[in-house]
């Protein structure tokens, strides 16, 4: 069984704050490691898909690093908005690459007006 | 136009019936899954599938099965469905693992 932690399991962050949030997963092994973002009521949408030891993505005021030797992910957001409140979803291939997304359980961030 | 879509949207139904949710994808995606949300919000890989391999999560039991009548759909056949299948279903597809992961909007299964 797959191992990928989320931490924290939820943050209250004041509008314009910037703030990150840390997936931890199986450094042996590793294929990818992808970010959605899942709004309620609505379907994960993907934000970053993530291969190579090292790597940083950017996409607006998201961004995340990637260290697969000591594995682990930061996701950060600059300037938070209220419409960034969503819970952050980050999941993990193995070697491979055949098996599906094993997901970690998320963090809920509420941005606070 | 729907990337990834899945019928019914919700279902309910009494223990003990079969049932299928269809899932549909018009990306020519190669690969697609499906995912079961548990009641903690959890999302687990149930299947993956390509044209060529299915991939079976072992902890799913084999009363759910897949079955691909071509490349764009992957639907979810579920026999003697029990209470505890009750959950949300998703489907999703993707040109490959390094590839985003495209969603359909989920199936809300009840089961009574």
């Keep these: 069984i797959l191992n990928v932690e989320q931490s924290p399991q939820s943050l209250h962050v004041q509008e314009g704050d910037s703030t990150n949030f840390t997936c931890s997963f199986p450094s042996s092994n590793f294929y990818a490691l992808h970010w959605y973002r899942w709004e309620t009521a609505k379907s994960p949408e ?9 790597d940083e993505k ?21 300037g938070s908005q209220p419409e960034d409140s969503a819970t952050y979803l980050c999941a993990f291939i193995p070697g491979g690459g055949a098996d599906g997304l094993t997901f970690g359980k998320g963090t809920h961030l509420i941005i606070q007006p | 136009d729907t990337a ?9 139904t009494q223990m003990g019936n079969d049932k299928s949710i269809k899932c549909e994808q018009n990306l020519g995606h190669d690969t697609m899954y499906w995912y079961k ?3 903690k919000k959890f999302l687990k890989i149930m299947f993956s599938y390509n044209n060529k391999e299915l991939i079976i999560n072992e902890t799913v039991p084999n009363r759910f099965s897949p079955k691909s009548p071509d490349k764009a759909h992957l639907n979810l056949h ?5 209470l505890g299948d009750s959950a949300v279903y998703f489907c999703a597809s993707s040109q490959g693992p390094l590839e985003t992961q495209y969603f359909g909007p989920g199936t809300r299964l009840l089961v009574l």
């Design chain 1, 46 to 54: 993907a934000l970053f898909v993530m291969t190579l030891n090292g």
């Design chain 1, 58 to 78: 950017k996409k607006g005021r998201i961004s995340a690093t990637l260290n697969t030797k000591e594995g682990y992910s930061y996701l950060y957001i600059k």
């Design chain 2, 4 to 12: 990834v879509s899945q019928t019914p949207k919700y279902l309910v």
């Design chain 2, 37 to 39: 949300q548990d009641s």
């Design chain 2, 78 to 82: 579920i026999n003697s469905l029990e």
